[in-house]
């Protein structure tokens, strides 16, 4: 029996525009104009943001250069489960970051509240245990930052901060076991190659309690989808932490050290002062108020998106329409994806694709129909196995974290 | 009758020889635990673009030295 869905290549359909476009304009004086409109078409507070082209990437959208932030084109999510390598976002805080890494000299240094300190190649590290893979998000804890009302301080961002990718490493804890960890042991901090320009701006360090750095979930990789680590992304070695936002997932991985005491001090700022979130049930507060507490940022909230459809398209009335889409949570695992076509007021359940994994994106579809002409709002909602929900109103925080509010996507039927 | 000599010079023992290396080397080709691409190079070097942005110029004195170094 025939398909005949109507399936969405939105990416596709866009490409061919814009390339009819820049034919037409080819032999007018417009084209040098048209020549610098090299964007995603997202256009934020600070308007459209340019595609550039860094080492090992395709292009990507420039959020700020130095030093490098580039955030994912979201067409990219609609082109595979797994984002690849070249499109995955970049996220650097610290300016004097390293563009060359000799492997003859690199050593992974292990100490403080342990038995012995190991100072350890790649190689050594590679050999040590018999690889692991897991695939999980990485998500920016900024990522959509760029639609926070009123508007927050930091990048600019819109959803493309993200990325799903397939890591091969060994369990931190592997390491952990070898340098024998105090009894006392509280936390264990990382550090990465890139540090600071100036001597009063903090190193940046993360750290996670004992007890995690000693289960299971850790890895310390050097694979990213069957290849080593993209430069930009952390190589030769970076800490996976899955279900956790990106900020833990240190870069350039070059120290880990364990530590008897609290995490205090002036490059504790990343922990302590910074990726903070208001410490009550919501996250947030009012706009303008302060927290009385705050806690560090943690782990990743449900969240789902629509991968084929995007605001202003345009989809035909009566016939079968295939929507396609991802979800992922802390790896709790996702129970449904809801979807509405009238603007939330019914929904109806998805059926959900193949699992890579409880911390990957979990693909979902589902084939609908609009029977009227004219404005259609679209909105994705997951919830999982957590009980969460996502909520219908993004809550605000000073910081612009973790918005995970429902997806809606404005269409017009004809 | 040609149409048969074509054929069977297609089974030549070299091209036999050459079908029979390829099914035995796919026979032991990695599974895909061991399929990672590592590249062995010891130095990896990335140079990274001169300029991606046009920065703002401004006439507050001293503004423009930052971006300058």
């Known amino acids: 029996m025939a398909d005949n869905k109507v399936h969405l290549v939105q990416k596709s359909r866009r490409q061919f525009l814009r390339s009819a476009g820049m034919l037409a304009l080819g032999a007018s004086p417009l084209l040098s104009l048209a020549a610098t409109d090299n964007n995603e078409g997202v256009s934020l507070a600070g308007g459209m943001r340019p595609l550039v082209k860094y080492p090992g990437k395709r292009d990507l959208i420039l959020v700020h250069s130095r030093p490098p932030h580039l955030e994912t084109p979201f067409s990219v999510f609609n082109e595979s489960l797994i984002t690849p390598n070249d499109a995955f976002y970049v996220r650097y805080h610290l300016a004097n970051f390293p563009t060359e890494i000799d492997l003859n000299t690199y050593k992974l240094n292990v100490n403080g509240a342990v038995k012995k300190t190991l100072q350890l190649s790649l190689q050594e590290l590679k050999s040590m245990a018999e690889p692991v893979e897991v695939v999980a998000v990485n998500q920016c804890s900024g990522n959509s930052r760029g639609y926070s009302s009123p508007r927050v301080f930091g990048a600019q961002l819109s959803n493309g901060a993200m990325g799903n990718a397939r890591w091969t490493g060994i369990p931190l804890r592997t390491v952990l076991e070898k340098a024998g960890v105090s009894p006392e042991a509280m936390y264990v901090t990382f550090n990465g190659l890139d540090k600071p320009v100036l001597p009063t701006t903090p190193d940046f360090k993360k750290a996670l309690n004992i007890d995690h750095a000693l289960s299971a979930e850790p890895l310390l990789a050097w694979g990213m989808n069957g290849e080593d680590l993209p430069f930009l992304n952390g190589y030769p070695l970076k800490l996976i932490v899955p279900g956790y936002f990106g900020t833990y997932w240190v870069k350039h991985l070059s120290e880990i050290t364990v530590l008897d005491t609290e995490f205090t001090g002036h490059d504790s700022y990343f922990m302590n002062t910074a990726y903070q979130l208001p410490d009550n049930d919501c996250l947030c507060i009012t706009p303008g108020s302060t927290a009385d507490k705050s806690r560090p940022i943690s782990t990743l909230p449900v969240r789902s998106f629509m991968t084929n459809i995007a605001a202003g398209d345009t989809l035909p009335s009566a016939k079968p329409i295939e929507l396609e889409g991802i979800a992922f949570d802390d790896g709790s695992g996702i129970k449904n994806v809801d979807i509405s076509i009238d603007g939330g007021i019914t929904w109806l359940t998805s059926t959900l694709g193949e699992s890579l994994g409880r911390f990957s994106f979990r693909p979902w579809k589902l084939t609908v129909s609009f029977t009227q002409k004219g404005n259609a709002l679209v909105m994705v909602r997951a919830s999982n196995k957590n009980g969460e929900v996502q909520p219908l109103r993004a809550s605000w925080n000073h910081g612009g974290y973790i918005r995970h509010a429902i997806e809606s996507v404005a269409i017009n039927v004809t | ?69």
């Open chain 2, 1 to 69: 009758m040609s149409n048969n000599t074509s054929f069977a010079t297609l089974l030549s023992p070299t091209i036999v020889s050459t079908l029979l290396t390829i099914v035995v080397f796919s026979g032991i080709s990695p599974s895909v635990s061991q399929a990672y691409a590592s590249v062995d190079k010891t130095i990896k070097k990335i140079t990274l673009p001169a300029s991606t942005i046009s920065l703002p110029k401004s006439e507050l004195p001293g503004y423009n030295l930052a971006l300058q170094k």
